[in-house]
Each structure stands twice: as structure tokens, then as C-alpha cells.
């Protein structure tokens, strides 16, 4: 019995030494997020707006649907890290922390810790991050919550921030956003979103105080392109084609591409968009990262009205498509060797 325990104990050790060796052996460290449109559960909560993702709700939101959801969720995942998962992925509008432990178990990502932030929005849509435990070390995390002076009654998502340690010591500081609509009109909703910007920069910037070659790693849904003014001016994300860059500047990955015609992250009548964003510090920009958009096929259907594609989501209306979600997910790898 005593060989038997030792030897059990000899494997387990093996397998985490395996584990943490395997580290060192990559090259990069995958990062994305994704907006999962409205991944409910099927339970009512009586504080949130989530009636209408109820079995006898608007949608329908049945057991079986919320499975299938689960389900295309964790397909997703798999296929973006290629031969492995994101090590860090972040989400928005995942209802419950449940729903993202059920998600890890489905997708089999048992090595995958997580920071999960409560929202003050109405219908209780929140953000997490999750990341690979042996790859990444969590260090700090805040949940901040944005009071709009312009609009005090205002609930929205806030602003996740996680300070990592990568596999070669260095910090990463992450925020992951998901900031307010155009709901009510776009001019109407300007002002809020600039003021997310504001404060972003304002807490980037005490980064910048502190560490002058701070990794700085942003990544969310937007609402805005990224030559719109609160990103542009408030958040002061710079375009990716400079060739100069500063330590103490943001630079947003996906300008170039929101400046291109094809396929971007969200698509309304017709039209595309990029909403969703990679913006990074002078000291990872100069490591000539790119962010990308994942265009899998299967995360796009034939858009019989406007013609070209659309991404494949769950609902069109209240008409259940079962289907991804109405934003495609972006992501970029950071380099871990020289």
C-alpha cells in the first residue's frame, strides 16, 4: 500500500512538473475575447431583467437551448487556440458564474482559473476572464464601476481589471470591457461611452505612473470603432500604423482593420463593424503584435436580406437560429521569447 501511495504521489508530481515544463516550450500566450449575446441560464433571478430567457419568456429560453448554447461556447474556445484553448479568455454577457463553471466543464478546461465581475446593468449581463493556472499567475484584480455624472440613474457593465504575471516574470496588466450601447440613439449614447474612456485612461495612466514599461493589454466590446471619439480621443487609443511609439501610449490593434471593407466583429443591417477591440501598450506594441478576427465558417450564415455574410447567432429577433453569437470573438498571441 505504501508503494502505491508513492508511487501515486511520484506521477502527480511528474504531471506538474510535466505541466509547467510544457510552459517554457511555447512561444506565445494566446489571448481573446468574445461577447457570448446573452448567455442566460433558465432561472429567474428576481433582482435582473432576465424574464424574456425564461423556458415560458419570450425567447423560449429552454434547459435544451441553454445546453446547445453551452455547447457552441466551448466549440468556439477549442477552435481559437488552434492546437490548444485561449490561455486567458475573456467573456461578456455571461449572466451567472455558474454558467462559466458550467462552460469550463463542458469545454474540459480543468487547468482554467477565473475573475468574475457582477454587473450593475439592469438585466444582470456581467464579464469574467479566465486563464490558464500554470501558465499565468494572478497577482490582483478590481471590479470598477462606472457612475456616469452625465446620467447618474445609469446602469451599466464595468470594467474588469486583472494583473497577471506571464510565464517570464513580467506583469501583464489586463482590463476587459463591455461598455454601453447605442441603445436610445447613438448621440444620445456618446457622452457614456467617452466617459469610459476617460476612465480607463485614468487608471491606465496610474499604471504608466508606476511602471514605465507596463504591459497594458485591453480587449472588450466597444460599442464604438476605433476612430471614434472614445477611443480615439477619451481613451486616446492610437492607430496601429505608427512607427513611432511611446511606453507610456496605447495603441489599438484593430484600426487598420476597421478601416478595411470585409468582415469585422458585428454586422448590422448590412453593415459591418468592429466593436470589438485590442488595444495595448507602447511596450507591447512594439513587439509587433496583431490582433485578429476569428472567421471560422461554421460562426457564419448567408444573410439572405443584405446579401455577403453575417455572423451566425443565436436569435434573430425572437426567432431562435441556435446559432454562436451576433459578435465574432478577437484575439492576439504575445510573444513569449525574444
Given at each position: 500500500?505504501?508503494?502505491?501511495?508513492?508511487?501515486?504521489?511520484?506521477?502527480?508530481?511528474?504531471?506538474?512538473?510535466?505541466?509547467?515544463?510544457?510552459?517554457?516550450?511555447?512561444?506565445?500566450?494566446?489571448?481573446?475575447?468574445?461577447?457570448?449575446?446573452?448567455?442566460?441560464?433558465?432561472?429567474?433571478?428576481?433582482?435582473?431583467?432576465?424574464?424574456?430567457?425564461?423556458?415560458?419568456?419570450?425567447?423560449?429560453?429552454?434547459?435544451?437551448?441553454?445546453?446547445?448554447?453551452?455547447?457552441?461556447?466551448?466549440?468556439?474556445?477549442?477552435?481559437?487556440?488552434?492546437?490548444?484553448?485561449?490561455?486567458?479568455?475573456?467573456?461578456?454577457?455571461?449572466?451567472?458564474?455558474?454558467?462559466?463553471?458550467?462552460?469550463?466543464?463542458?469545454?474540459?478546461?480543468?487547468?482554467?482559473?477565473?475573475?468574475?465581475?457582477?454587473?450593475?446593468?439592469?438585466?444582470?449581463?456581467?464579464?469574467?476572464?479566465?486563464?490558464?493556472?500554470?501558465?499565468?499567475?494572478?497577482?490582483?484584480?478590481?471590479?470598477?464601476?462606472?457612475?456616469?455624472?452625465?446620467?447618474?440613474?445609469?446602469?451599466?457593465?464595468?470594467?474588469?481589471?486583472?494583473?497577471?504575471?506571464?510565464?517570464?516574470?513580467?506583469?501583464?496588466?489586463?482590463?476587459?470591457?463591455?461598455?454601453?450601447?447605442?441603445?436610445?440613439?447613438?448621440?444620445?449614447?456618446?457622452?457614456?461611452?467617452?466617459?469610459?474612456?476617460?476612465?480607463?485612461?485614468?487608471?491606465?495612466?496610474?499604471?504608466?505612473?508606476?511602471?514605465?514599461?507596463?504591459?497594458?493589454?485591453?480587449?472588450?466590446?466597444?460599442?464604438?470603432?476605433?476612430?471614434?471619439?472614445?477611443?480615439?480621443?477619451?481613451?486616446?487609443?492610437?492607430?496601429?500604423?505608427?512607427?513611432?511609439?511611446?511606453?507610456?501610449?496605447?495603441?489599438?490593434?484593430?484600426?487598420?482593420?476597421?478601416?478595411?471593407?470585409?468582415?469585422?466583429?458585428?454586422?448590422?443591417?448590412g453593415e459591418w463593424a468592429m466593436l470589438d477591440q485590442v488595444?495595448?501598450?507602447?511596450?507591447?506594441?512594439?513587439?509587433?503584435?496583431?490582433?485578429?478576427?476569428?472567421?471560422?465558417?461554421?460562426?457564419?450564415?448567408?444573410?439572405?436580406?443584405?446579401?455577403?455574410?453575417?455572423?451566425?447567432?443565436?436569435?434573430?429577433?425572437?426567432?431562435?437560429?441556435?446559432?454562436?453569437?451576433?459578435?465574432?470573438?478577437?484575439?492576439?498571441?504575445?510573444?513569449?521569447?525574444?
Amino acid at each position: 500500500m505504501k508503494h502505491l501511495l508513492h508511487r501515486g504521489l511520484l506521477l502527480g508530481l511528474l504531471l506538474v512538473c510535466t505541466c509547467r515544463t510544457s510552459l517554457y516550450s511555447q512561444d506565445y500566450l494566446r489571448l481573446l475575447f468574445y461577447n457570448t449575446e446573452n448567455y442566460f441560464d433558465t432561472k429567474n433571478d428576481p433582482l435582473k431583467q432576465d424574464d424574456a430567457f425564461l423556458p415560458e419568456g419570450d425567447y423560449h429560453w429552454t434547459p435544451q437551448r441553454y445546453w446547445h448554447k453551452t455547447h457552441q461556447l466551448a466549440k468556439v474556445l477549442a477552435v481559437a487556440g488552434d492546437v490548444r484553448y485561449p490561455d486567458v479568455f475573456a467573456l461578456a454577457e455571461i449572466e451567472t458564474e455558474e454558467n462559466l463553471m458550467t462552460l469550463l466543464r463542458t469545454a474540459g478546461m480543468r487547468q482554467h482559473r477565473y475573475v468574475y465581475a457582477e454587473s450593475q446593468d439592469d438585466r444582470g449581463i456581467d464579464l469574467c476572464l479566465a486563464y490558464h493556472r500554470y501558465y499565468l499567475k494572478l497577482l490582483s484584480h478590481k471590479v470598477i464601476h462606472l457612475q456616469f455624472p452625465q446620467s447618474p440613474a445609469k446602469q451599466s457593465r464595468p470594467i474588469l481589471y486583472v494583473k497577471m504575471q506571464m510565464p517570464h516574470q513580467d506583469s501583464l496588466h489586463i482590463f476587459v470591457c463591455h461598455w454601453p450601447s447605442k441603445y436610445g440613439g447613438s448621440a444620445a449614447t456618446v457622452p457614456l461611452r467617452a466617459y469610459a474612456g476617460a476612465v480607463l485612461r485614468q487608471h491606465c495612466d496610474s499604471i504608466f505612473a508606476r511602471e514605465k514599461q507596463a504591459n497594458i493589454l485591453i480587449m472588450g466590446d466597444f460599442n464604438d470603432e476605433a476612430d471614434d471619439l472614445s477611443l480615439r480621443e477619451h481613451l486616446g487609443a492610437l492607430p496601429d500604423t505608427c512607427s513611432q511609439w511611446q511606453m507610456n501610449q496605447l495603441y489599438n490593434l484593430m484600426w487598420t482593420e476597421t478601416q478595411n471593407d470585409g468582415i469585422k466583429t458585428h454586422r448590422f443591417q448590412g453593415e459591418w463593424a468592429m466593436l470589438d477591440q485590442v488595444i495595448v501598450s507602447g511596450n507591447l506594441y512594439r513587439k509587433h503584435l496583431k490582433a485578429k478576427v476569428l472567421k471560422a465558417d461554421f460562426l457564419l450564415m448567408d444573410d439572405d436580406v443584405y446579401l455577403g455574410k453575417k455572423p451566425y447567432r443565436t436569435y434573430h429577433a425572437y426567432k431562435y437560429l441556435g446559432g454562436y453569437s451576433d459578435h465574432l470573438p478577437v484575439f492576439v498571441d504575445i510573444p513569449l521569447k525574444p
